[in-house]
């Protein structure tokens, strides 16, 4: 599981117009991911139906289609996780089963959410988890987000899941917390990675041992985070710094209405041309007054990176 160390991008769903995924704009994403791999560019592995995929709007014929077209554009150029999870234990572990063969042939991982709106004790969530491990012939990312799921995944129950359940190898810390990655860090064991799913925090994170991200602004800008990233892991904390400083903004704001309707106006302004920015309901476009302001920092961005 060394490509953890590295930078991971949470990829977007692509909906046209009439609100159809457009299964035709996801290979250009891929590419535009991966860049050339020959010049260390591109990030180091991709996540697929997870939350910036806004995978519960999305129906199984719908997932079945993506995973197809993701499998063959990707090639095997980089490792793929999967999105896995929700609050109901029984299905996940059924659709485990059912795809055993899919899942083990072509993924490398499964990223695994914290049960939400069932609000269950942690008691409950470590038993949701046993039973997914139980299930899974792949390693197991746990990926904690109190702020969607209403229930967090305390550092007490990580640990014990880590140390009962040899392929549950990893958390996608995303509580937002500094003090939460650093308690995660200094409580589990050496081989269990720790790695930032808040694009804000990543940085810091990384210099304080983590592996790396599961990021969303390296949807658009995935050479520079990959940078960053490596920057970071290699202890080059000034060059690290600076591009985290020249990303802040765009990252503060790509957020400011929720995710994804952020990275999609990325993705969809005239200078990337990656997508539409359609989303499913209940999630809508940014307002206005955000679409001026992501374009006002892309511009002033991409003008940093051509000095």
């Given at each position: ?17 009439n609100?159809?995924v ?14 050339d791999?020959?010049l260390?560019?591109g ?55 059912k ?23 942690q ?22 987000v ?9 550092v ?9 359940f ?23 064991p ?12 990543a ?32 202890g ?19 957020f ?30 940014v ?12 511009k002033?961005?991409s ?5």
């Open positions: 599981m060394e490509f953890l160390k590295g930078t991971g991008v949470a990829m977007i769903t692509p909906f046209d117009d609100g159809e457009d299964f035709d704009a996801i290979p250009q994403l891929i590419d535009h991911l991966l860049s791999s020959s260390d560019r990030v180091d592995y991709i996540v697929i139906l997870g939350t910036t995929a806004e995978v519960v709007t999305l129906n199984s014929q719908e997932k079945d289609k993506i995973i197809k077209i993701v499998i063959k554009h990707n090639n095997d150029r980089v490792p793929l996780v999967i999105g896995v999870g929700g609050n109901n234990t029984r299905g996940i572990v059924q659709f485990l089963n795809n055993r063969s899919l899942l083990s042939s072509n993924f490398s991982s499964v990223l695994s959410v914290c049960p939400y709106y069932n609000k269950p004790s008691n409950g969530i470590y038993a949701h988890f046993q039973k997914i491990s139980q299930a899974s012939d792949l390693p197991i990312i746990l990926y904690n109190p702020s969607r799921t209403g229930v967090s995944l305390e007490q129950t990580v640990i014990r899941l880590a140390n009962d040899k392929n549950i190898i990893a958390i996608k810390e995303a509580s937002g917390e500094v003090s939460i990655a650093l308690e995660l860090l200094r409580e589990l050496e081989y269990f990675q720790v790695i930032s799913g808040d694009d804000l925090i940085l810091s994170t990384v210099l304080a041992g983590g592996s790396g991200v599961i990021s969303v602004i390296a949807g658009a800008f995935p050479d520079q985070v990959k940078k960053m990233i490596n920057y970071g892991l290699n080059n904390y000034k060059e690290a710094y600076q591009i985290y400083y020249q990303l802040m903004p765009l990252i503060n704001l790509i400011k209405e929720g995710n994804p309707s952020g990275i999609k106006r990325l993705l969809g302004n005239q200078n990337l041309g990656l997508c539409r920015e359609n989303l499913r309901l209940p999630l809508v476009p307002s206005d007054q955000l679409r001026s302001e992501i374009d006002i920092e892309f002033k961005y003008d940093c990176l051509s000095k």
